[in-house]
């Protein structure tokens, strides 16, 4: 098992002046200690959750091309952007230049979008949550269909686009891993089997349940379930946990077939806690 880390909360001890330093010493320092991916929040106000609304919280493709600068190798994404932030043409761009200023390292994390007060206070677009999942198919398509350098016309029912072109074309090969956020039995999941190429669930009870379900819309739609990388969020609380409980929480989950644990560490601006993880608990998940 691999781990990625979330960086969800920017409200750190010495403020905005210094959070531009601090946040590429925690990717930096993550990715030394053997970290596999680094991810930040795709919103404009802090979420319940972290914290409140008021608090610190960074455009998300701003911080991740900071973020490309001050590291080398890890994967780089939003965990997840909401579809209904960006048009499909606009996100597809982003992503593209991630990837290329990062050397290949970008992956486009991507779902349905939930958080109505942020996009009401920030006059964002957000409809239905029928339309939403419209858009969300509908933008998975476009976003793989510029990819791949298909610059055909696309014509959906909510998105237009008279030419696909995207140059230069991602690095990475044969395009950005895409990975579809949520546990929506119904829609999430089979648009996951239709199109992603990674899911991201909670831990929850149903966990397992989850996994189920995609293997059936796997079967459904004609799609090898093994192809799909199984991601799992993960809290990594070493103020409450030692580091053995913390590698049997993720014994458990990679038993059930998750391949990457991906969260978020408490205190994440103390980076000495990052060489518990590359003395202990990595070496320990990458046997699991």
Known sequence: MKLGLHISNFTWPEGAPRLGAVLADV?????????????????????????????????????????AAHTKAVKLFTMVTGVTYRDPG??????????????????LGIGAAWNEDESRGL????????????????????????????ETPYQGKHYQLGRLLNSPMPLTKPHPR?????????KTLLLVAKYADACNLFPSPEVGHKLDVLKQHCETVGRDYDEIEKTVMFHYDLTTKSPGEIIEGLRGLAAMGFQQAHGSLVNAYDTKQFEVFQKEIIPAAAEL
């Open 27 to 67: 990717a930096s320092s993550a990715e030394e200690a053997g970290f596999d991916r680094v991810s930040v929040m795709d919103h404009v106000w802090q979420i319940r959750g972290v914290g409140p609304a008021e608090n610190d919280m960074l455009e998300a493709y701003t911080a991740l091309g900071y973020l």
């Open 90 to 107: 606009l996100l597809a761009k982003a992503v593209t230049t991630l990837d290329v200023l990062s050397g290949g390292r970008a992956m």
């Open 123 to 150: 006059g964002l677009f957000f409809p239905s949550t029928k339309e939403r999942f419209e858009r969300l198919e509908e933008a998975l398509q476009i976003c793989q269909q510029m990819f791949t350098g298909d």
């Open 178 to 186: 895409i990975l579809i956020g949520g546990g929506g039995e119904k």
